[in-house]
């Protein structure tokens, strides 16, 4: 009995091989520091681009609505220019000036006339 007693069954277990303690291998990034520097800079460019062409818009339309303004004016002097001139024309003439001086009591004495040469 004592022979048989020591036959006991065991249970195989797969061997494991034994690895020493290793790090884990890290996996690369796909993209490295330099690369993400150089994005960075180029996104810093295009904004700073896109910010001086809009900047440079706003002004360009500032300086237009400016122009248009002072043409506005301009128009509106030319036709009050124009009117004054018309006004002008018709109050100078010479049978306005001579119902003018009747009224105020003057009379032509061509004896007193003085002829002045023109320009």
Known sequence: MALNARKETYI?????????????????????????VLYLSFLAVF?????????????????????????NDISEIQKQNTDLTVQVSELSTYE??????????LKLDERNVKVVPGQ
């Open 12 to 36: 195989q277990q797969p061997a494991v091989p034994h690895i020493p303690n290793q790090q884990p291998v890290r996996k690369k990034g796909l993209i490295t520091k330099g690369e993400k």
């Open 96 to 105: 306005r000036v001579w119902a003018k001086a009747k009224e105020l009591g």
């Open 47 to 71: 904004v700073l681009c896109a910010l001086l062409v809009l900047q440079n818009q706003a002004t360009i339309q500032a300086t237009t609505h400016e122009i248009q303004t002072i043409e």
